[in-house]
């Protein structure tokens, strides 16, 4: 038989307290981390029928273990223990069931793979081994200690049930009690020299194929003891872990009651709740919690969600801490939201679907953590302040992150080394946030202590500038009234249209403000580069006879050297102070003329300047005493001037629009009918109408096409323009609305834009006039020219048609339905020379016109139709014959159809219509 002891005691405090020399410490870790990546390729061959020979400790997962699936569920807990006391009787399962286990953890749903459903599953695990006499003696309190044993368990040394997690013969449900470092303590009795420990368990079937239930088992790779009681609780103990979790919840809330006084920096709070959130992760796997929740279910619904939730805050810490200012990246905000999304339906989805949901959790967190990496790269590389000494704590953070996640899926050893790297970073950023308040108050004691050297140099410079103040205020005033006139006449020239007024008031100020008396103003005309005058002051007009006055308004001058001074002005673009006028010094025509008919002494000539064009010239100038200007009045003159060169501009401009706008309004009105125009020009475009009642013609010129072959283009063109221009004087005098003409085909409607009962009367009369203009222009053709005319046929029908307009670049007025289609086709049907009309056009015409039925004619695509030649007037209500011209009896029913009132012949019934 084989002994196995072990040296090293049970893994307590003492024993941890031995730790390497530091040039051990990378060649331990790499080595740490190997072990657990080969798992069981590297675990030691199991010992089969081990002994226990002295009282130390024993490592029960070396041992030779064996398990096999339960069917009869409802007596397991008897068949469990019938197996622990290895009397023979026990056949259930038979031995042949059972596999022996490779190594540690054992996962049930993995060591016997079964599909994914909502079954529970029951198995046996069973090993034995030998104690002599001298170890039990030394095993006072003898106790299991199981670091990893769920979801439903119950377990038997030698027919003796030591520990449960289910009622006695419980076979229905499951309430998980999922245990960490669980220690069963037994009777010392109860131990023989040969000894079976059988363990019952009970767990759900994967709820996906993401996750086989690792917790379904014992999940954890070692540390399986049996030993002394005392000694195995000491060794699970976690009272400072669990202190240091409460200092966890000290800092976030420190953290976010930071924020609420200060709300400009969220990364406090955001740091906060991360803490907080951490802090009941690593709570809800502690020893004593599984101890305390008999339903470790209500764990798992904490400690799951925690994960994506941190994860999320802390991404949002980082990004708040670095980047307080910029909008959130949107990779960062899908991270957020595959989080959120993850840690909700952990909270809301079943228990057997948790770990299912952590496991694809685990998949989105992969870019997220190499989101994080760059991210901390971008930090350092743009050198923002503590982005080095804080990216070194989240790297060690996020690698043992990292081994969290590949223990609770890869490893299942148990070890949470999260908490650690998030102390590393609590007391770097703890130490940066000091730093930076050490960096604050040390900039405050240097401000302090030149604070008096400051204020007297600061002092200094205030009476300096106060001097300045002092100097350019007097010039300030005078400006702030300068500017208040300008805004006056800014706001009245936004205000009216009326320039002539807005330019009146200006040179007013002038000649007020500075004592002006005279005041010229002269345009300049570009294209024939000459100027003329346009407006004098009123007291000019009184200083001056009405022949003078008349001579400079009816001369234009040219804009060459003859000017003399207003050409100077006008090159140099600059305003010209003559503070003197001699005779003798006037060279130029213009400038004697100036002196000899106005005898001015003195004058201010001012370019008016628009976009560096010169648009004219004002003189200004005083009758009884010579003008005294300072710079600074020339100057505030100049700027007045600009204003009015501004406003003329701006009349000029006003009136170059109006102008444009009446010729578009003009072409508007030719290609839309006018209330379809006012429509599109007050509100931009045009609803679309349904009109129930319209009457619909279309005009089309025989042979045509052949014809028009056999034309010049320009004869062609000009005899089209005439006829057409004809057809739309008729239509205009009847109140039909033209619609378009489409080659030689012409088409027009009524009651279309102005709804009225006569529509279908206008109509004809409009079609009877077209008829006949042609008729009389073939006429006229055959006697000078003896040629051929084109001959015309004419379609009419009523009906409903939807209209609106069509088109952004050449939009276009038309109509739509099937009654354009049927007017069509009544035109298509005719014979040249003749008005073609439908049945509801003749009802509504025949009590003024007289019809020749046709008949039912074929019609395309609507089988047949009744149409009527129309033939003239009634021969009753016509000064002529044949009918063309209405008579006051015409004009007398038309005015009772106007006014909405039903025509009916003598002999027709109330319900039918007599034919003409």
Same mark, same amino acid.
């Not at 991270?335 to 840690?343: E, Q």
């Not at 407006?535 to 007009?541: E, I, N, Q, W």
């Given at each position: 038989?084989?002994?196995?002891?072990?040296?090293?005691?049970?893994?307590?405090?003492?024993?941890?307290?031995?730790?390497?020399?530091?040039?051990?410490?990378?060649?331990?870790?790499?080595?740490?981390?190997?072990?657990?990546?080969?798992?069981?390729?590297?675990?030691?061959?199991?010992?089969?029928?081990?002994?226990?020979?002295?009282?130390?400790?024993?490592?029960?997962?070396?041992?030779?273990?064996?398990?096999?699936?339960?069917?009869?569920?409802?007596?397991?807990?008897?068949?469990?223990?019938?197996?622990? #006391?290895?009397?023979?009787?026990?056949?259930?399962?038979?031995p042949?069931?059972?596999?022996?286990?490779?190594?540690?953890?054992?996962?049930?749903?993995?060591?016997?793979?079964?599909?994914?459903?909502?079954?529970?599953?029951?198995? #046996?695990?069973?090993?034995?081994?030998?104690?002599?006499?001298?170890?039990?003696?030394?095993?006072?309190?003898?106790?299991?200690?199981?670091?990893?044993?769920?979801?439903?368990?119950?377990?038997?040394?030698?027919?003796?049930?030591?520990?449960?997690?289910?009622?006695?013969?419980?076979?229905?449900?499951?309430?998980?009690?999922?245990?960490?470092?669980?220690?069963?303590?037994?009777?010392?009795?109860?131990?023989?020299?040969?000894?079976?420990?059988?363990?019952?368990?009970?767990?759900?079937?994967?709820?996906?194929?993401?996750?086989?239930?690792?917790?379904?088992?014992?999940?954890?790779?070692?540390?399986?003891?049996?030993?002394?009681?005392n000694?195995?609780?000491?060794s699970?103990?976690?009272?400072?872990?669990?202190?240091?979790?409460?200092?966890?919840?000290?800092?976030?809330?420190?953290?976010?009651?930071?924020?609420?006084?200060?709300?400009?920096?969220?990364?406090?709070?955001?740091?906060?709740?991360?803490?907080?959130?951490?802090?009941?992760?690593?709570?809800?796997?502690?020893?004593?919690?599984?101890?305390?929740?008999?339903?470790?279910?209500?764990?798992?619904?904490?400690?799951?969600?925690?994960?994506?939730?941190?994860?999320?805050?802390?991404?949002?810490?980082?990004?708040?801490?670095?980047?307080?200012?910029?909008?959130?990246?949107?990779?960062?905000i899908?991270?957020?939201?595959?989080?959120?999304?993850?840690?909700?339906?952990?909270?809301?989805?079943?228990?057997?679907?948790?770990?299912?949901?952590?496991?694809?959790?685990?998949?989105?967190?992969?870019?997220?953590?190499?989101?994080?990496?760059?991210?901390?790269?971008?930090t350092?590389?743009?050198?923002?302040?503590?982005?080095?000494?804080?990216?070194?704590?989240?790297?060690?953070?996020?690698?043992?992150?990292?081994?969290?996640?590949?223990?609770?899926?890869?490893?299942?050893?148990?070890?949470r080394?999260?908490?650690?790297?998030?102390?590393?970073?609590?007391?770097?950023?703890?130490?940066?946030?000091?730093?930076?308040f050490?960096?604050?108050?040390?900039?405050?004691?240097?401000?302090?202590?030149?604070?008096?050297s400051?204020?007297?140099?600061?002092?200094?410079?205030?009476?300096k500038?106060?001097?300045?103040?002092?100097?350019?205020?007097?010039?300030?005033?005078?400006?702030?009234?300068?500017?208040?006139?300008?805004?006056?006449?800014?706001?009245?020239?936004?205000?009216?249209?009326?320039?002539?007024?807005?330019?009146?008031?200006?040179?007013?100020?002038?000649?007020?403000?500075?004592?002006?008396?005279?005041?010229?103003?002269?345009?300049?005309?570009r294209?024939?580069?000459?100027?003329?005058?346009?407006?004098?002051?009123?007291?000019?007009?009184?200083?001056?006879?009405?022949e003078?006055?008349?001579?400079?308004?009816?001369t234009?001058?040219?804009?060459?050297?003859?000017?003399?001074?207003?050409?100077?002005?006008?090159?140099?673009?600059?305003?010209?102070?003559?503070?003197?006028?001699?005779?003798?010094?006037?060279?130029?025509?213009?400038?004697?003329?100036?002196?000899?008919?106005?005898?001015?002494?003195s004058?201010?000539?001012?370019?008016?300047?628009?976009?560096?064009?010169?648009?004219?010239?004002?003189i200004?100038?005083?009758?009884?005493?010579?003008?005294?200007?300072?710079?600074?009045?020339?100057?505030?003159?100049?700027?007045?001037c600009?204003?009015?060169?501004?406003?003329?501009?701006?009349?000029?401009?006003?009136?170059?629009?109006?102008?444009?706008?009446?010729?578009?309004?003009?072409? #508007?009105?030719?290609?839309l009918?006018?209330?379809?125009?006012?429509?599109?020009?007050?509100?931009?475009?045009?609803?679309?109408?349904?009109?129930?009642?319209?009457?619909? #013609?279309?005009?089309?010129?025989?042979?045509?096409?052949?014809?028009?072959?056999?034309?010049?283009?320009?004869?062609?063109?000009e005899?089209?323009?005439?006829?057409?221009?004809?057809?739309?004087?008729v239509?205009?005098?009847?109140?039909?609305?033209?619609?378009?003409?489409?080659?030689?085909?012409?088409?027009?409607?009524?009651?279309?834009?102005?709804?009225?009962?006569?529509?279908?009367?206008?109509?004809?009369?409009?079609?009877?006039?077209?008829?006949?203009?042609?008729?009389?222009?073939?006429?006229?053709?055959?006697?000078?020219?003896?040629?051929?005319?084109?001959?015309?046929?004419?379609?009419?029908?009523?009906?409903?048609?939807?209209?609106?307009?069509?088109g952004?670049?050449?939009?276009?007025?038309?109509?739509?339905?099937?009654?354009? *289609?049927?007017?069509?086709r009544?035109?298509?049907?005719?014979?040249?020379?003749?008005?073609?009309?439908s049945?509801?056009s003749?009802?509504?015409?025949?009590?003024?016109?007289?019809?020749?039925?046709?008949?039912?004619i074929?019609?395309?695509?609507?089988?047949?139709? *009744?149409?009527?030649?129309?033939?003239?007037?009634?021969?009753?209500?016509?000064?002529?014959?044949?009918?063309?011209?209405?008579?006051?009896?015409?004009?007398?029913?038309?005015?009772r159809?106007?006014?909405g009132?039903?025509?009916?012949?003598?002999?027709?019934?109330?319900?039918?219509?007599?034919?003409?």
């Amino acid at each position: 038989m084989v002994s196995f002891m072990n040296d090293s005691g049970i893994g307590t405090r003492a024993g941890r307290a031995r730790r390497p020399g530091i040039k051990y410490a990378i060649p331990a870790l790499a080595m740490f981390f190997l072990a657990f990546a080969l798992g069981p390729k590297l675990a030691a061959e199991p010992l089969e029928n081990s002994v226990v020979e002295n009282g130390e400790a024993f490592d029960l997962s070396r041992l030779g273990w064996r398990a096999a699936p339960l069917e009869d569920s409802e007596n397991a807990t008897a068949i469990a223990r019938a197996y622990s #006391l290895d009397d023979g009787a026990a056949q259930t399962p038979p031995p042949d069931r059972f596999v022996s286990v490779a190594a540690f953890p054992i996962r049930m749903n993995r060591l016997f793979p079964t599909d994914v459903g909502p079954e529970l599953r029951d198995f #046996l695990l069973t090993t034995s081994f030998s104690i002599n006499a001298t170890a039990t003696e030394r095993l006072r309190q003898p106790a299991l200690l199981l670091p990893g044993i769920g979801e439903g368990w119950s377990v038997f040394l030698n027919g003796v049930q030591i520990g449960s997690s289910t009622g006695e013969g419980s076979a229905q449900g499951l309430t998980p009690r999922y245990m960490r470092n669980l220690v069963l303590p037994f009777d010392r009795d109860v131990l023989n020299e040969t000894n079976r420990l059988v363990i019952h368990l009970r767990g759900y079937a994967p709820a996906t194929p993401l996750a086989d239930n690792f917790l379904f088992g014992l999940t954890v790779n070692r540390g399986y003891l049996l030993g002394s009681e005392n000694a195995l609780k000491a060794s699970t103990e976690q009272y400072g872990e669990i202190t240091l979790y409460g200092v966890y919840i000290f800092f976030g809330l420190y953290h976010i009651f930071l924020f609420l006084h200060r709300r400009k920096e969220r990364y406090n709070l955001f740091f906060g709740l991360f803490s907080i959130v951490l802090a009941l992760y690593l709570l809800a796997f502690t020893n004593r919690a599984f101890q305390m929740v008999e339903n470790s279910a209500y764990l798992i619904l904490i400690a799951y969600p925690a994960q994506p939730l941190a994860l999320a805050l802390f991404l949002l810490f980082l990004e708040s801490y670095f980047y307080p200012d910029r909008p959130m990246p949107r990779i960062l905000i899908g991270g957020l939201a595959a989080n959120l999304s993850v840690a909700a339906f952990l909270l809301i989805s079943p228990y057997r679907f948790a770990q299912s949901g952590l496991i694809f959790w685990y998949l989105l967190a992969a870019p997220q953590i190499l989101y994080l990496l760059a991210f901390i790269a971008g930090t350092i590389r743009r050198r923002l302040p503590d982005a080095r000494k804080l990216a070194m704590a989240l790297v060690m953070g996020l690698a043992l992150m990292v081994w969290d996640i590949l223990d609770t899926v890869l490893f299942r050893t148990q070890i949470r080394l999260i908490q650690f790297g998030h102390l590393t970073i609590i007391m770097v950023l703890v130490g940066l946030l000091a730093r930076r308040f050490v960096r604050v108050y040390n900039q405050s004691e240097e401000l302090a202590a030149n604070l008096d050297s400051k204020v007297s140099e600061r002092t200094l410079e205030l009476q300096k500038a106060w001097q300045k103040l002092e100097s350019a205020y007097r010039q300030a005033e005078g400006s702030r009234k300068e500017i208040e006139k300008l805004s006056e006449f800014s706001r009245l020239l936004n205000e009216t249209t009326n320039y002539e007024e807005v330019v009146l008031r200006i040179f007013e100020y002038i000649e007020v403000t500075f004592d002006i008396e005279g005041i010229w103003l002269l345009r300049v005309d570009r294209p024939t580069q000459e100027f003329y005058l346009t407006r004098v002051s009123a007291a000019s007009l009184e200083h001056y006879d009405d022949e003078t006055i008349a001579f400079f308004r009816n001369t234009r001058f040219k804009l060459d050297e003859s000017a003399g001074t207003i050409y100077h002005v006008y090159q140099k673009k600059k305003p010209l102070f003559l503070r003197r006028i001699r005779l003798d010094r006037a060279s130029q025509p213009f400038d004697r003329l100036v002196v000899e008919r106005l005898g001015l002494e003195s004058a201010l000539d001012v370019p008016l300047v628009i976009h560096g064009d010169v648009t004219g010239v004002v003189i200004f100038t005083r009758y009884q005493r010579s003008l005294n200007l300072s710079r600074g009045d020339i100057g505030t003159i100049t700027r007045f001037c600009a204003q009015v060169a501004g406003v003329l501009h701006t009349a000029s401009l006003f009136q170059q629009v109006e102008r444009e706008r009446e010729k578009s309004d003009r072409l #508007l009105y030719n290609i839309l009918p006018d209330a379809i125009a006012d429509e599109l020009k007050e509100k931009g475009q045009v609803r679309p109408r349904k009109h129930e009642d319209v009457t619909i #013609l279309f005009t089309d010129f025989k042979s045509f096409t052949s014809e028009a072959e056999q034309m010049p283009v320009e004869e062609l063109v000009e005899d089209l323009d005439a006829v057409f221009e004809q057809f739309d004087r008729v239509c205009a005098r009847y109140g039909i609305d033209k619609l378009k003409t489409i080659g030689d085909s012409y088409m027009a409607a009524g009651g279309l834009t102005v709804v009225n009962h006569t529509h279908p009367v206008d109509v004809v009369l409009a079609a009877m006039d077209i008829m006949d203009f042609v008729t009389q222009v073939n006429e006229i053709r055959r006697e000078i020219t003896g040629g051929k005319f084109w001959t015309m046929r004419i379609g009419v029908h009523t009906g409903p048609v939807i209209s609106g307009v069509i088109g952004r670049a050449r939009f276009a007025y038309d109509i739509w339905g099937d009654a354009v *289609n049927l007017a069509s086709r009544m035109e298509t049907a005719g014979t040249p020379g003749l008005i073609n009309i439908s049945q509801k056009s003749y009802d509504r015409v025949k009590y003024f016109f007289d019809c020749e039925y046709r008949g039912r004619i074929p019609v395309k695509n609507r089988g047949q139709e *009744n149409m009527y030649y129309v033939k003239g007037i009634r021969a009753s209500l016509s000064k002529t014959q044949p009918g063309r011209v209405p008579d006051d009896d015409f004009r007398r029913l038309y005015d009772r159809l106007h006014s909405g009132a039903r025509l009916r012949f003598k002999s027709e019934s109330s319900a039918s219509g007599a034919g003409s």
